[in-house]
């Protein structure tokens, strides 16, 4: 987890542009660097680094000597760099597995050497031999990339809003979509002619970095796929395949790794898995576990300390008040930049918890389950699907905006804190292979969802046979106390700082608030960010038939 941030084409002092650079600061405590690229007037980059992979040598913007004429920014972990460094026998400058990115390009291409990596990524390529720039992200958008262009020729890219909102341009602040490069050509004045972004990876398709990866079998057998068929039991060894090794590869890094545990099936299977892959691999130290709760006899914080018993980790239990809650709300909104309700319901205790998380333990790489709703349909508006097909558009559907809200989430809340989060459900492998598996396969069964997924780890005793089959809670339901939530708390608190839930703003909002907790949230981000970035903060979180 690093920040990147670029502008070119844009006249405004070298102090100016600094200011804006340093606003992502916290996204990498442990160097800064910023520059204005040589040949290129008006143009300057700048990389804020938590160091995770690589020595010395993996400090940005990257130049290698066998490419004196690419720049490369990157905020990403590529799991596959040495697959890829032996496949085309590349010789390394450094130990930094983004390098594969400049070596990938200067041979194939921007669109091939995005397809080629399995990992997750928000970068920039700027080549001064063909006088342009490239922008990538990855497939599900786990590292957050955002820019604008203008008619004068400006064009600005940062992994967070803050970075570009307050530049002296003309223009919307857009997300970059994941899935998709776009290249811009610079002219010699140094402005930038605007492009569009064009698809590289559709999520239901096999990505190309599979054909260079070989898949081991439990009996040693080293074949190109996984076993073939539909049988069930086929399927589900397939399935507890891919996905511990979508743990395991995450588990790339020199930091400790813990997880967050909320006791759920998401968390447990990650959680679980996760320590019985630092122990194969060696590691002496427990795994540590984190949940945060109201109190002790939150649903989650029972549920968890359960699941932490049974995989030996060394557990924490972090409480909170309804005070403490209200008091992180402003702090919650400008790290995720948005005002979207339910991503600041749940974000408030990911916040709190990830804070704790930084300030007493060495933690700094949190494995997370998220991505598993979207994945496997676990949602309960999945049980209402009109037919399985539906089920399969809708969940392919949440999974192309996931960006916009749980991803953003597990990304801001922990890049506050300089911390890194990795998120094994959203793997290109396992999620590429679930999808297309039959529609009413993966549709809920019995009134249960996530029915296949559950069965796939069924009678291996990874976690609690009861966490395995818990029905599903919402993160800000589960942390307090059975039959309440931390944000009906804070509803009610709400009731008595306000008269009437409307206000009157300067402008007409695309979505105006329908009620005080929504006036609460808007008014903070307005008094940040203005009303310019409503097209940000817009998606559509239930389907049609759920509305």
């Known amino acids: 987890m690093c920040g990147i941030w670029a502008l070119f084409g844009c006249d405004c002092s070298d102090l100016v542009k600094c200011k804006e650079a340093?606003?992502?600061?916290?996204?990498?405590?442990d160097s800064f660097q910023i520059n204005n690229l040589?040949?290129?007037?008006?143009?300057?980059?700048?990389?804020?680094?938590?160091?995770?992979?690589?020595?010395?040598?993996?400090?940005q913007p990257m130049i290698l000597k066998k490419y004196p004429h690419l720049t490369l920014l990157c905020n990403g972990e590529i799991y596959n760099y040495k697959t890829l460094q032996n496949e085309?026998?590349?010789?390394?400058?450094?130990?930094?597995?983004?390098?594969?990115?400049?070596?990938?390009?200067?041979?194939?291409?921007g669109e091939k050497a995005s397809q080629l990596l399995d990992g997750v990524f928000a970068f920039i390529v700027i080549d001064t031999k063909q006088n342009?720039?490239?922008?990538?992200?990855?497939?599900?958008?786990?590292?957050?990339?955002?820019?604008?262009?203008?008619?004068?020729?400006?064009?600005?890219a940062c992994s967070e809003v803050k970075g570009l909102c307050e530049l002296p341009v003309e223009g919307d602040i857009r997300h970059f979509p994941p899935g998709h490069y776009m290249f811009c050509d610079i002219m010699k004045n140094g402005k930038v002619i605007p492009s569009t972004p064009t698809k590289f990876h559709r999520i239901d398709e096999p990505p190309a970095h599979l054909q260079y990866q070989r898949l081991e079998l439990e009996h040693g057998t080293i074949l190109l796929f996984l076993l073939p068929g539909l049988e069930e039991e086929t399927v589900k060894r397939n399935i507890r395949y891919l996905f511990s090794r979508a743990v395991d590869k995450r588990l790339m890094g020199s930091r400790r790794v813990g997880c967050l545990l909320s006791g759920g099936l998401d968390s447990s299977v990650v959680a679980a898995l996760t320590a019985q892959k630092l122990k194969e691999h060696g590691v002496a130290e427990p795994l540590q576990t984190f949940t945060i709760g109201m109190?002790?006899?939150s649903t989650d914080a029972i549920a968890a300390r359960k699941v932490a018993r049974h995989i030996g980790s060394e557990h924490h239990e972090i409480a909170f008040t309804l005070e403490e809650g209200i008091k992180a709300v402003e702090s919650v909104i400008l790290s995720l930049e948005t005002y979207d309700v339910l991503v600041i319901q749940s974000s408030v205790p990911m916040y709190i918890l990830c804070q704790y998380i930084s300030r007493n333990t060495d933690n700094i790489l949190i494995m997370t389950g998220e991505g598993a709703d979207e994945v496997a349909q676990g949602y309960f508006h999945f049980l209402e699907q009109p037919t399985p097909e539906d089920g399969h558009k809708e969940s392919m559907r949440q999974l192309q905006q996931i960006y916009m809200y749980d991803v953003l989430r597990i990304d801001r809340c922990t890049a506050a804190h300089g911390l890194e989060i990795r998120a094994p459900f959203l793997d290109h492998a396992f999620t590429?292979?679930?999808?297309?598996?039959?529609?009413?396969?993966?549709?809920?069964?019995?009134?249960?969802?996530?029915?296949?997924?559950?069965?796939?780890f069924a009678g291996?005793?990874?976690?609690?046979?009861?966490?395995?089959?818990?029905?599903?809670?919402?993160?800000?339901?589960?942390?307090?106390?059975?039959g309440t939530s931390w944000f009906e708390q804070l509803q009610q608190h709400l009731e008595g700082l306000y008269a009437q839930s409307k206000c009157f703003f300067n402008h007409t909002p695309t979505i105006p608030p329908r009620t005080k907790e929504e006036l609460f949230y808007r008014q903070i981000f307005e008094k940040k960010f203005g009303s310019k970035l409503d097209r940000i903060c817009t998606y559509q979180r239930r389907p049609k038939w759920a509305q």
């Not at 340093?22 to 405590?29: D, E, F, N, T």
């Not at 040949?39 to 938590?50: C, D, E, Y």
């Not at 958008?141 to 600005?156: A, D, M, N, Q, W």
């Not at 291996?460 to 029905?471: C, D, G, Q, V």
Request: glycine share 10%; with cysteine.
């Open 432 to 456: 590429s292979y679930y999808l297309n598996l039959p529609a009413d396969m993966r549709a809920p069964k019995n009134g249960i969802e996530k029915y296949f997924l559950r069965a796939a």
């Open 88 to 109: 085309f026998d590349y010789l390394f400058q450094t130990d930094c597995d983004c390098e594969v990115i400049l070596h990938l390009y200067n041979e194939f291409g």
């Open 132 to 156: 342009c720039v490239m922008l990538s992200r990855d497939s599900y958008g786990v590292r957050p990339l955002y820019y604008v262009t203008t008619k004068s020729g400006v064009l600005g």
């Open 38 to 59: 040589e040949g290129l007037k008006n143009s300057m980059v700048a990389f804020h680094r938590l160091h995770v992979v690589g020595g010395i040598g993996g400090m």
């Open 460 to 482: 291996s005793n990874l976690i609690p046979n009861t966490t395995l089959w818990r029905k599903k809670e919402g993160f800000s339901i589960g942390v307090s106390e059975e």
């Open 295 to 297: 109190n002790s006899d």
């Open 22 to 29: 340093l606003k992502v600061a916290h996204r990498g405590p």
